[in-house]
């Protein structure tokens, strides 16, 4: 019923109509109180729930209150910086659950979250496949007065439809062949805290009906029992679909839809806040190195330069698996070698470490973060390469003459034009006899 009131507030704008209707229900309570000359436990136990019911909703509709009126005092704010913003929010102390990073639409996301999480105001997030919406639940559940209750994830596209009222809501013994003893359902697992409802826009539209009674009523009914049993859990939902399309389409109910997504998160995929993946790479690799119990690995410039411009499809989620692959299967130093075949870039020449060094060059040219060591081998390998260019060009391709004027001994040279990829046919001169070129 709360839910009701503030989602017809929410779509109509206007506090009244919520407070009227709360006001209503205090009444109803009150004469009812008022006119009973007596009243048994079972009925004082009745009363006292909606009279409980009541101040929850009232505590919601302040703090929604208050949500509204940070927000609409968000223009007259200064702009502050990502770097302040993120520094405001750990000065309020905020808790950051390990989400990094300092884009400007994820910071949007946290101060969302900061405002949402000690409301019972159920959340709506949303983004691609591995882009934070579990992480960010639990940003919430952890700022909230819930922290220290469980936080409860189910994965609504994992349960089979048949079990699906059964693992929401618990079962009686006998309820169905299979059901040997009585059992609790996640709600009731997520008393007192959170129940984070993961892919919700897998939910079919069978138990979008049930999850809707619940909201309603907050109580549940284990399958095959006859009583209700109240819950008290708070709503965080999490879709990679858009429910509001789901919803015109007729796949996902409306009502649902907007009583889920009273406040809603949208994060963004990594390829919009690329900005990130520096500081998301360094902290992955200590991670992975610190998990898998070795030394950070190194990388050879042509993989760092990749994984810092690849376009991460799968997220944050992607980047991840991909550090840690790298870190397990990578000895001292890793390469393009090293990552999956379907995502590997195709060798620039026959020489990977000499398309390592281009790749890193233009990294230094582009301004992209590399170590200081990375940097300065990328323009030691650079300057090399170049040398051996000019003076391939000079001598027209003759290997044994550049050695010769370069006093440098001719096996060590040629293996400098193979570490390079350079191939001194390419510098012949076209006027050259082709048995002057075979001395090489
Ligand atoms: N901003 C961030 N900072 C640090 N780690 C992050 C951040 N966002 C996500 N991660 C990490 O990335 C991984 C994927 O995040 P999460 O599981 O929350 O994504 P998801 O959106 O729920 O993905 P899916 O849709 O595939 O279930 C997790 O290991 C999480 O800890
Ligand atoms: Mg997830």
Redesign the pocket.
Known sequence: MAMKILDQEVQQGSSALSYAGLLEKIEILRSRLRWASKLDRPEIEKLLRQANGLRDEVMQLSHKERFVQAASGEGVKVVQSPGERRRALLARSFVFE????DNPR?LDALEVAEKAAPTDLPVL?D???????????KVIHANGSRADKPFISVNCGAIPENLLESELFGHKKGAFTGAANDRKGKFESAHHGTIFL??IGELPLTGQVKLLRVLQSQEIQRVGADEAIAVDTRIVA?T?KNLRKLSEQGLFREDLFYRLSVIHVS?PPLRERKD?IPL?FS??CDEAAEALKRRPVKMTPRLRDFLLNYAYP????E??NLIYRITCLAGDTAGIEHLPVDIRPRPQSSNESAADSTAAAAAIIAGAAISLSDAKRAASDEAERAFLERGLREVGGTVSELARRCDMNRSHLQMLLKKHGIHSKDFRRRDVPPHEGNRV
């Not at 390990?98 to 990073?101: A, H």
């Not at 983004?127 to 639940?137: I, V």
């Not at 799968?314 to 989620?317: E, H, L, P």
Request: net charge negative; proline share 0%.
């Open positions: 390990g989400t990094f990073g994820l997030i983004g691609e496949s591995g882009t934070g919406k579990e992480l960010m639940a993961d892919e999490a990679n994060l990130e998301l902290y992955f799968g997220n944050i989620r980047l991840r």
